[in-house]
Nanobody
Framework: QVQLVESGGGLVQPGGSLRLSCAAS????????MGWYRQVPGKQRELVAA???????NYGDSVKGRFTISRDNATNTVTLQMNSLKPADTAVYLC?????????????????WGQGAQVTVSS
């Protein structure tokens, strides 16, 4: 049905920038909240940023002021612009979205996840 495909990621030096993108495709009724988490082996998964359909953004404390999340509802795409990157930002970044479908009077919500994108910040 609906899936998320991530693009971007890679190796960057400290202080550099990267941009991640994630697009939903398939039989989409409505994509509500979208966002990014990051995962480091042996550590808790961390919320990086989230954004509502109308563009209200929420950021994790560790990335505030450095990362910017945005979305394009016409293409169901969410983007994460990462600036002033630090080694501590190294992780697998996972895109997530909530797909909502109305069937008769029933509202059904599905949590979607992308395949993950590796971001490595190193000299």
């Amino acid at each position: 049905q609906v899936q998320l495909v991530e693009s971007g990621g890679g190796l960057v030096q400290p202080g550099g920038s990267l941009r991640l993108s994630c697009a939903a495709s398939g039989s989409i009724f409505s994509i509500n909240d979208m966002g990014w988490y990051r995962q480091v082996p042996g550590k808790q998964r961390e919320l990086v940023a989230a954004i509502t359909r109308t563009g209200s953004a929420n950021y994790g404390d560790s990335v505030k002021g450095r990362f910017t999340i945005s979305r394009d509802n016409a293409t169901n795409t969410v983007t994460l612009q990462m600036n002033s990157l630090k080694p501590a930002d190294t992780a697998v970044y996972l895109c997530t979205a909530v797909h909502v479908q109305v069937v008769a009077a029933s509202i059904r919500r599905y949590e979607l996840w992308g395949q993950g994108a590796q971001v490595t910040v190193s000299s």
